[in-house]
């Protein structure tokens, strides 16, 4: 398949990446999975438009072609420590929100794998890892709302924004994602070199409904009402739940529930 971009570029800390892009995929991450043998660590791929873009639980991503960001970036994770990988999900939702903040937003990661602007969606985050031949591969794909307009964010089914939709002008999409790959592969290698502690303090201070009372659906789809206490150190959530006392959360997310939907974001 032909791409029409190939800028490579050096940055300060050593990392080079090349972004490929193209005009229609499946999944971006789908075919990194199919190509992660073979392309350099830190390959990037872009599509305008992907047919089959999922998430967690094997939701659809859907996005406006041309309009938004679906990429996915290749990490080279063998050296990594291997309970350091739950928190490379983690460590994007906070590149995501440090790039909003650039742009003059007031991001909130909910965990473990969106962000949101004023209580709605704007990007969201799969994570998958593959080994291969002793070789261990991140694949870190990010859905990113750019320039989508309110009309197509109204079929998603959750309440969602867009960079354009929340700053009132477009937004130059291949500025926008060397920013953000700066800022990834900055805290990916503070991740690579001295673990969690430094991200998840950052990721802390922009944690959604910490204090507040949720609702959290865990992997079986099961229901808990209860509240976030904190981010533990490990990157899972201690949650007081109703049911079950004081518990450590390391799989399943908040759900979008009545609870937040109703509160006053002015
Ligand atoms: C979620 O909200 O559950 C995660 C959504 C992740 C979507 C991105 S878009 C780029 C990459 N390719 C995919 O098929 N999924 C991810």
């Known amino acids: ?27 971006t991450n789908e075919f990194l999975r ?22 967690r639980f094997t939701r659809v991503w859907n996005s406006v072609p041309g309009q938004d ?3 996915s970036i290749l990490l080279p ?23 909003l903040e650039v742009y003059g937003l007031k991001p909130a990661v909910k965990w473990p794998n969106d962000v949101l602007v004023q209580g709605k969606k704007i990007s969201g985050i799969l994570c998958e890892v593959v080994e291969s031949n002793k070789n261990v591969y991140g694949i870190l794909g990010i859905g990113l709302n750019v320039n989508s307009m309110e009309e197509s964010l109204a079929v998603v089914g959750i309440p969602a924004t867009s960079l354009r939709c929340e700053l009132h002008q477009k937004v130059i999409r291949l500025e926008l994602l060397k920013k953000l790959l700066e800022i990834i592969i900055n805290c990916f290698n503070v ?8 991200n998840r ?11 507040e009372q949720i609702v ?20 899972t959530l201690l949650f007081e739940c109703e049911k079950r006392g004081i518990i450590s959360l390391n799989s399943g997310e908040i759900a979008f529930n009545n609870l937040y939907l109703k509160r006053d974001y002015q």
Not at 4 to 26: Q, W
Not at 34 to 55: F, K, M, P
Not at 79 to 95: D, F, M, P
């Open 216 to 235: 959290f659906t865990d992997i079986k789809r099961e229901s808990y009402s209860g509240r976030i206490i904190d981010l533990n150190e490990d990157g």
């Open 191 to 198: 991740l690579c070199q001295s673990g969690f502690t430094q």
């Open 69 to 71: 960001l679906t990429f």
């Open 201 to 211: 303090l950052e990721l802390k201070k922009r944690l959604a409904f910490i204090n």
């Open 34 to 55: 199919q190509h992660c043998t073979t392309l350099a660590d830190y390959s990037v791929i872009w599509a305008d438009e992907q047919t089959h873009g999922h998430g």
């Open 77 to 99: 994770l063998t050296s990594l420590e291997h309970k350091l990988r739950q928190n490379i999900t983690q460590i994007a939702a906070l590149s995501v929100a440090q790039l």
């Open 1 to 27: 398949m032909e791409n029409d971009l190939k800028p490579e570029i050096t940055k300060p800390g050593g990392v080079v990446y090349t972004i490929y892009k193209y005009a229609s995929l499946d999944s």
